[in-house]
């Protein structure tokens, strides 16, 4: 029996490296799929954006299994995206600052006629840092939404996450490895 083939539709660097933390081997394929969207709650976004991704993928590869995510920061009900310069960074720092956040991640997974279109929130509480820790980040994380790395070791904005950490960084582990259960694929524990 052919092994299934696996094909991540993200260019994330985090993804990739979650993805083979917990012992999947994958294909990699960008999707360059359009991100506007109309819809105003964040889990219908998430889901929504992920599931165009992975559909993106799966139209050209109809026998792979197309696994998609996305994740955005939501701040007092508004949508914190990736910052478009270092202007931008700094004024997302600068409310984060000492607050609590939510942090929403929406994942496709795309297999011939079947699919499960899931997401996790988890609050994330941000310590309160001097001008001078705050200058620091500023410009850089500019791939994130939100303008910081949960997973960066010598970021310590992050004071506490109250949920899945994996869904911070971009996969929720916990609901990704009952959904790929249903698919008959075994994640490794999470460390």
Same mark, same amino acid.
């Given at each position: ?36 969207? $109309?819809?105003?709650?964040?889990? #219908?976004? /998430?889901?929504?954006?992920?599931? %165009? &991704?992975?559909?993106?993928? *799966? ?53 011939? $006629?079947?699919?499960?279109?899931? #997401?996790? /929130?988890?609050?994330?509480?941000? %310590? &309160?840092?001097?001008?001078? *820790? ?58």
């Amino acid at each position: 029996m052919r092994k299934q083939q696996i094909i991540l539709a993200s260019l994330s660097p985090r993804r990739i490296s979650l993805l083979k933390q917990w012992g999947l081997s994958f294909k990699i394929i960008s999707n360059g799929v359009d991100e506007t969207t $109309n819809l105003v709650k964040p889990s #219908y976004i /998430v889901k929504e954006l992920a599931y %165009r &991704k992975g559909c993106c993928v *799966a139209q050209k590869y109809s026998n792979a299994l197309v696994l998609s995510a996305d994740t955005i920061v939501v701040l007092n009900n508004k949508i914190i995206g990736k910052p478009r310069s270092k202007k931008e960074s700094e004024k997302i720092i600068r409310e984060l600052n000492g607050s609590v956040h939510k942090v929403y991640t929406g994942v496709a997974i795309i297999h011939k $006629n079947k699919q499960s279109v899931f #997401y996790d /929130v988890a609050n994330v509480k941000m %310590r &309160k840092l001097s001008e001078n *820790a705050l200058s620091q980040l500023f410009g850089k994380h500019m791939d994130k939404a939100g303008a910081y790395a949960v997973q960066d070791s010598n970021d310590n904005f992050v004071e506490k996450i109250y949920g899945d950490y994996y869904t911070v960084v971009g996969l929720p582990y916990i609901k990704l490895a009952q959904e790929l259960k249903k698919f008959k694929i075994n994640l490794k524990p999470a460390l």
